[in-house]
């Protein structure tokens, strides 16, 4: 078979709109690929909780704000792609400042993931393609 024909993209009509060419998530068989989701909502370029100075640069943070965000986020994709929450089965995390934010995204990280636990992974990178702090990376199962 052809990847087209055992594969599906899906497109969000509540997250927000992808800063590149690409989809939101891709059904490829039983699994659901989550493209990077961050903190941004729909219609809006801003970041929640987030101050730019002039020069794009970003002077201060909410970073609790953004969490639950993109946790938000995420929960629209997988809910319009046939998923739900308890079917995510693998989380890879980025953060831009983990010696200040990982504490934080653990403590919420937990709330969220309490009855269910896929597996996890978190990555400090330098940056992200917009001003944001976090941006999560996930494949579910669809039933």
Not at 5 to 15: G, I, K, Q
Not at 18 to 36: C, D, I
Request: charged letters at 20%.
């Amino acid at each position: 078979m052809k990847a087209d024909e055992t594969s599906s993209v899906h497109n969000s009509s509540r997250a927000p709109e992808p800063v590149g060419l690409y989809p939101h998530a891709r059904r490829a068989g039983n699994l659901l690929f989550l493209s990077g989701v961050g903190p941004r909502q729909r219609g809006q370029k801003n970041v929640p909780g987030v101050e730019l100075a002039s020069d794009g640069s970003i002077l201060r943070y909410d970073f609790e704000s953004q969490c639950h965000a993109v946790f938000q986020n995420v929960r629209y994709i997988l809910e319009e792609a046939g998923a739900r929450w308890e079917d995510l089965v693998d989380v890879t995390v980025f953060l831009t400042n983990m010696k200040d934010d990982f504490a934080t995204y653990n403590r919420l990280y937990a709330e969220y993931f309490a009855s269910s636990q896929p597996c996890r992974t978190t990555v400090e990178i330098n940056c992200l393609p917009t001003p944001i702090a976090i941006e999560l990376k996930c494949i579910a199962i669809v039933p």
